[in-house]
Structure formats: C-alpha cells, structure tokens
C-alpha cells in the first residue's frame, strides 16, 4: 500500500492509494502533471522594507496655512491716484503685482482680483464702483496674460472692501470641493484704504474664513493712515490671517517678496512631503506585482485543471493512463481554493500603507490655525 498526498481545505493530506495494475504508473503520471504546477504560494508573501525618506525641512518663513490657491485682491479705487515714491500707488501696485504674479512657481495656483475699478469717486459713481469685483486673471490663465490684463487698470472708484471679499468668496466657491485635510485658497488683499462702500469688511473677511472652503485673508496696507491700517489689520484677524503695513514702494515690494519666499517655501514643502507619501507606497505596490506573480506561478488551481485535463484527454484518447483517470479525477476534487488568500493579502498590505501614509501626513502637518 502506498501513499498519495493530496489538497484538501488547504492542507496537504496522505490517503492511500492503491498500486495501478498494468504496465502505467499512476503515482509517476501524477507526480509528473504535479512537478510542473507548484502550490506553495504562502511563501509568495514577502516582507515590506522600510523606505528612505527625503527631508522635508519646514518653510523658515510662514503666512498661514499653506494655500491651495493664491487670489490677490487689487485696490483701484481713486486713491490709487496719489503718489508715492515720485509715481502713483497703481502704478507701483501693478508692477509688483505683475512681478509677484510672474515669479510664482508655475505649480501654484494664482488668481489676480480688482476692485473699485468702474464707476468714478464722485457720488454719481460710487454704486457701480461698489459693486466693482473682477477676477481678470483666473486660476488656470497663463502668466502671459497678466501684463494686458494689469496694464488696463486705473485707479477710478471707491473703495468696497466688503464687497471684494464677498466676491472673494463667490470665486473660491466655484473651485473643485476640497477633501479632507486639503490646502485651502488664500487672499492677500492690498489697499491703500478703508472701506467707503457702507461695507462691513470685517464681518465678511470672518464669513469667508468660516465658510465650507475656510479661506485666509491676508491684507497689505499701501501707504495707510492709523484708522485705516487698523481696519485692515481687524479684517486679517477676523479670516486667520496676517496684516502686513507698507509705508512705501520698497516696502510693497519687500512685503510681496516675502509673501512670495513664503508661498514657494511652503509649496516645495509640500511637494516634498507629497513625494514621500509616493515613496512610501512604492514598496507596496511593488510586492502586490511580485505576489501576483508568483501567486501565478503557484495558483492550486492550475494544478488541478491540469490533472483534470490529463485524465479527461486519457480517457478520451483510451490512452493507457485512461487506468489512471478516476485517481487523477479524485486527487483533482479534493484540491480546494485558496480561499481568497490573495485578496486578503492585497487587502492587508492595502490598510497598512494607508495607515503608514496617514501617520506620515499627520506627522508632517503644518497646523492651519
């Protein structure tokens, strides 16, 4: 009596089996269908290595949260006229805004807002001056744009402080929804005055920041007084932000350059961390290919339509290993499936890299508050 191992449930099992008479061994064509089609795949599953992270040193310089986009809100009222620095505030105001614009990196997104631009500051004007909000230069416009789109504005009506920002919130509120734990959108607002449209800046800048998309407001006062430069100072704290006093041209230029160091640093930090968290899931995806492979090569089911095959073509063919079907046939029906191994397996290595990225996510965070 000798012995035949076989699958069943799983597990490799010796019944046994009863010599073949003739001149055909159905141990040797058994072994010989086997040799071939290995069933080991629980020594498919390999171990996930650590990987080697960049450092991602954190912005030396921070203005708030990190920004999804950058919307910079443009005063044109008829203030802008006076001068500074032997031009006018506009004039001074475009070219940084348009340098500012220009030297973003490509990757983040940038939005160019104005308002007061319509009408006149005579009272005749001032309603279709208040009502004066424009995004001229949109998300996704190419830079190029900016010149012509800049090079148009004068400096003509009031001032809706309010107003822009409630625009400010009808534009962030066309972006695509955010996720959780996405960047949100950031305003810098400069103005060179108080609100003279019967506004309530302060109340908006808060409804904006506690809005479904929690958007910063950011001020720049260009060559303020005290009364004003206090308002716009209560319109940064009401939305997170920060206010930022320009006395002068150079330090416009040095408040925009900052911001702009700022914005970039947080961007490169984020792409860094954005590439870690890729790094993080190469190894994973990496060994799923290498088990379905091997799984592939080692699949019982392969093994066990093969030997359903062999005794199938024997008996068709009334092939002297036709003695040998009903062993075959039986050896075959008592291979069971692996019972979803692989799956299971995906579906483990799959919850450990999300936790292993979300843990880093957490750890990289830059608070919002």
Request: net charge negative; proline share 4%.
């Amino acid at each position: 009596m000798r012995s035949l191992v076989v699958w069943a449930a799983g597990v490799l099992m010796a019944v046994p089996v009863v010599a073949q008479e003739g001149s055909v061994d159905c141990q040797a064509v058994l072994n010989e269908v086997l040799a071939d089609r290995p069933t080991d795949f629980q020594s498919c599953v390999v171990e996930i290595e650590p990987v080697d992270l960049r450092q991602c040193d954190a912005p030396e310089t921070a203005t708030g949260r990190p920004s999804s986009h950058i919307l910079l809100a443009i005063d044109a009222s008829g203030s802008m006229a006076g001068r500074v620095g032997g031009e006018t505030k506009m004039a001074a105001a475009k070219r940084e805004a348009l340098g500012f614009l220009r030297d973003m990196p490509e990757e983040m997104s940038v939005g160019l807002v104005v308002y007061g631009h319509k009408g006149n500051n005579e009272e005749s004007g001032k309603a279709e001056s208040c009502a004066a909000s424009e995004l001229v230069h949109g998300f996704d416009a190419p830079r190029s744009a900016l010149q012509a789109s800049i090079g148009a504005l004068e400096p003509v009506g009031w001032t809706p402080l309010g107003g822009v920002l409630a625009y400010s919130g009808e534009v962030v509120a066309g972006l695509e929804p955010l996720k959780e734990g996405d960047l949100a959108p950031v305003v810098y607002l400069i103005s060179d005055g108080e609100e003279t449209c019967d506004g309530d800046p302060a109340a908006q800048a808060a409804a904006l920041y506690e809005a479904g998309v929690r958007t910063t407001v950011n001020t720049i006062g260009f060559d303020v007084d005290a009364e004003t430069a206090a308002q716009l100072e209560a319109i940064a704290e009401a939305a997170g932000g920060t206010y930022y006093p320009a006395d002068d041209v150079a330090a416009l230029r040095r408040q925009l350059d900052a911001i702009k160091a700022a914005e970039a640093s947080l961007a490169r930090y984020q792409n860094c961390v954005n590439a870690n968290l890729g790094r993080i899931g190469v190894p994973y995806q990496n060994a799923r290919v290498a088990l379905a492979g091997c799984y592939a090569r080692n699949d019982p089911m392969k093994a066990k339509a093969a030997l359903i095959n062999r005794a199938r073509k024997a008996e068709r063919d009334t092939t002297p290993e036709a003695a040998c079907a009903e062993m075959l046939t039986a050896h075959a029906l008592a291979m069971e499936s692996d019972d979803g191994f692989l799956n299971r397996q995906f579906k483990a290595w799959s919850a450990e890299a999300d936790a292993t990225m979300e843990a880093y996510r957490e750890e990289m965070r830059l608070d919002a508050e």
